[in-house]
């Protein structure tokens, strides 16, 4: 998946979350920031042992995965839609 640099905004469920692109040692980092406060997110995406992509929080939060799917798939949504995977 092929990913632009430019940071962008995005609505989940409601809420407006702030995304900036980053690189950490050679892996893209999204941080995702929300309106409301709650604390940021950072997460990537890993690849599994079995060669499937998974969405995971950075560093791991089992409290946070479910977001991190979540907006994952939202991130997802973002660049097919501009045509950027």
Same mark, same amino acid.
Do not use: C
């Given at each position: 998946?092929?990913?632009?640099?430019?940071?962008?905004?995005?609505?989940?469920?409601? $809420?407006? &979350?702030?995304? $900036?692109? @980053?690189?950490? $040692?050679? %892996?893209?980092?999204?941080?995702?920031?929300?309106? =409301?406060?709650?604390?940021? @997110?950072? &997460?990537? %995406?890993?690849? &599994?042992?079995?060669?499937?992509?998974?969405?995971?929080?950075?560093? !791991?939060?089992?409290? %946070?995965? =479910?977001?991190?799917?979540?907006?994952?798939?939202?991130?997802?949504?973002?660049?097919? !839609? %501009?045509?950027?995977?």
């Amino acid at each position: 998946m092929a990913f632009t640099a430019d940071d962008f905004k995005i609505d989940h469920r409601g $809420q407006v &979350l702030h995304i $900036q692109v @980053l690189e950490m $040692q050679g %892996r893209v980092v999204f941080r995702v920031i929300f309106s =409301d406060g709650q604390k940021d @997110l950072f &997460l990537t %995406r890993a690849e &599994l042992t079995n060669g499937r992509k998974h969405w995971m929080s950075v560093p !791991e939060d089992p409290k %946070r995965q =479910d977001d991190a799917v979540m907006i994952g798939r939202a991130i997802v949504a973002y660049f097919k !839609e %501009r045509k950027n995977v």
